[in-house]
């Protein structure tokens, strides 16, 4: 059984609109907060077709923003 793509569309709908209409959670509002972190993370990876379409660097640079919390 494959990923429901209509719920992940949906949840990147609702990401998008977070990313537009609230405002970000660390250092002083300019950084996303740690669940904006996991769920752009999600994200990426959903939003790919397969493993080769994902985009990695991406997902390894969200991580690193996640370690290093502002």
């Not at 990401?15 to 740690?34: C, S």
């Not at 790919?48 to 991580?63: K, P, Q, S």
């Amino acid at each position: 059984m494959g990923w429901n793509r209509a719920e992940i569309g949906h949840g990147l709908q609702l990401l998008d609109f977070i990313g537009r209409h609230v405002p970000p959670g660390r250092a002083g509002g300019k950084e996303p907060g740690r669940y904006h972190l996991e769920a752009l993370i999600a994200a990426e990876r959903a939003s790919a077709a397969d493993t080769a379409g994902t985009d990695w660097a991406r997902i390894a640079a969200l991580y690193g923003e996640q370690s290093h919390p502002g």
